[in-house]
């Protein structure tokens, strides 16, 4: 397999980014990305910058944003009406052959930085015409995580000190994708930027919060790819596309280590299967093999409820069907977490 790191989740001057497109994608390039997705609110003005630029696939879509219920939509060619019930957008979405990811499902939070844009009804999950369409959840939000824990009194600790404003995907989040995917709606997971580079005035002058690069370097989003990305930009597109729709991916939080080649496959004889794969049990029993190739503390979770633990790597036997991923922790602090295996009898 081929790994790619990539980030989601951004916006440039044509919405209520700081940066020009070309600065975002500059930032992207000296991050070590090799892919991003532009989703600028409600706007597909960035969409000639879409393509191959210095070495980073550029991919445009867009973010729908009504007070609240924001949706990621990607290979759509034209703008969805966001006063639209959120059911009602998702289905066009998908009507006019785009999917999309539901974004920060489970803010809180409003303070001075920010409101509460929250996914408020849960029961949405997706089109209404779910069957052999992907989706996607929003699982860990950086800019989201962080406002969420700003007030008046940590606003400058947590600045200079951005972990200690993180927590990782919330419970509540984690547990809604696992019941889904259990149930068979088959959803996949990722960690998103949202980076704005917002300016703020800061008594000593103004602050940038967070630069591009500087986020880009946080939550990065690996696809893997049997093939490396094709040369030309449509193809490339459309593989990216593909990678995500089946869950082919994870995330880290760079901030505590990379994992630019996870190992976490199911074994059979000469056979392997890898994470968004299904595999049956027919044939017997299938080894889990995780490795994260640094010191963490890591979890398989099988339906939501941890099956093995191990401190680096873990090695297990599954002789029981379900759905299976892998989380990874780093001085207690969440850092890694996977799509799933399925595994069917």
């Known amino acids: 397999m081929h790994y790619y790191p990539g980030a989601l989740h951004m916006h440039t001057t ?12 500059r930032s992207a390039r000296d991050a070590g990305l090799r892919w991003i997705i532009v989703t600028d609110h409600d706007t597909l003005e960035g969409r000639p910058y879409q393509g191959w630029r210095d070495d980073v696939l550029v991919i445009v879509g867009y973010e729908i944003t009504p007070d609240r219920n924001h949706f990621l939509t990607l290979n759509v060619d034209q703008i969805v ?32 930085f920010k409101d ?12 209404r015409e779910r069957s052999g369409r992907s989706v996607g959840i929003e699982l860990w939000n950086f800019m989201s995580d962080w406002g969420e824990h700003l007030t008046q009194r940590n606003k400058e600790f947590i600045y200079f000190f951005p972990r200690q404003g993180l927590n990782g995907p919330t419970p509540e989040t984690l547990a809604w994708w696992d019941r889904l995917n259990v149930a068979g709606r088959r959803t996949f997971g990722v960690g ?38 094709a040369l030309d930009p449509d193809t490339a597109r459309h593989q990216v596309f593909g990678a995500l729709a089946a869950g082919r991916s994870y995330f880290v939080n760079r901030m505590d280590g990379d994992c630019p080649s996870l190992t976490f496959a ?17 044939n017997g029993p299938l080894t889990l093999i995780a490795d994260v190739d640094l010191d963490a503390e ?6 939501g409820r941890v099956f093995a633990k191990g401190l680096r790597e873990v090695r297990q036997t599954i002789t029981r069907s379900g759905v299976y991923r892998l989380e990874g922790y780093r001085k207690g602090r969440p850092w890694l977490y996977t799509n799933p295996i399925y595994v069917v009898e």
């Not at 509460?116 to 089109?127: A, K, L, T």
């Not at 890591?298 to 339906?303: A, K, L, S």
Request: glycine share 8%; proline share 6%.
């Open 116 to 127: 509460i844009y929250r996914w408020d009804d849960w029961s949405v999950d997706g089109p």
């Open 266 to 282: 199911a074994t059979s004889d000469d056979s392997t299967w890898h994470i968004g794969d299904s595999v049956s049990l027919q």
């Open 81 to 112: 009406d966001r006063k639209l019930p959120p059911q009602d957008f998702v289905d066009a979405v998908y009507d006019h052959g785009g999917f999309g990811i539901i974004a920060h499902p489970d803010e809180r939070v409003q303070n001075s």
């Open 192 to 229: 998103g930027v949202d980076a704005h580079a917002f300016k703020q005035r800061a008594p000593w002058g103004e602050i940038e919060v967070f630069g591009y690069k500087w986020i880009f370097e946080t939550l990065t989003n690996y696809l893997l790819l049997p093939e490396p990305l």
């Open 14 to 25: 044509y919405s209520d980014g700081s940066g020009t497109i070309d600065h975002v994608i």
């Open 298 to 303: 890591v979890q398989i979770i099988r339906n």
